[in-house]
């Protein structure tokens, strides 16, 4: 498909932190497939990278609002490009590292669909009250939640309990049975991760 003047108008609206608000959902997308290598061969140099990935995804996240305020160029589209990226490196790909290491159980799943769905309602709140949260200034001073990069440090334990040989059902705690239903309780640190994202109540000065 050729292209056209509308892909190239596309292409010049883009500026310099959104390329790298792309790197960090190129990283998240990354470490989805780490994850699913290790998952497929059990090689554990495949967690280690995934995690990396996450947090080269957390260092393009702080660079593109960083290079958007110096460059003056904050905008709608970039707002919600980091959004999207969020939600794939913060949110899609802990949730599948998660799965890789041994939350695989219905409940475990429910449970990783749940924190999915708080970084999304998250990130969305967040784009619609952004205005109202900011001063004259036009900066946000805080945040209602915890940010969803938060998660990363949930990844950096998962790696560390792969290492240790401690994935499955040797995990902390072990696997236990609800009504017949087996789930993992380390899987209850997403739960708490996602419900804190969501909290209103809870603010945390922005940097």
Known sequence: MPMTRRHFSMIRSFHLADLFTIANGFCGVAALFQAMRFLAGGERWR???????VLLALLFDVLDGRIARWRHHASPMGRELDS??????????????????????ALDQGILMYFVGCGLSRLARYNITA?????????????EGTPIPTSVLLVLALVALAWAGRTGDGLPLGSVSIGGAAFHPFVLAFGLSGSLMISKTLRIPKP
């Not at 967690?47 to 990935?53: G, R």
């Not at 939600?87 to 159980?105: D, E, H, K, N, R």
């Not at 205005?131 to 945040?143: I, N, P, Q, R, Y």
Request: charged share 10%; proline share 2%.
């Open 84 to 105: 999207l990226a969020d939600v794939i490196s913060f949110g899609v790909a802990p949730a599948g590292i998660a799965f890789a290491a041994g939350l695989q159980t």
């Open 47 to 53: 967690m280690d990278a995934a995690a990396v990935l």
């Open 131 to 143: 205005e109202a949260l900011s001063t004259d200034t036009g900066k946000v001073t805080h945040f």
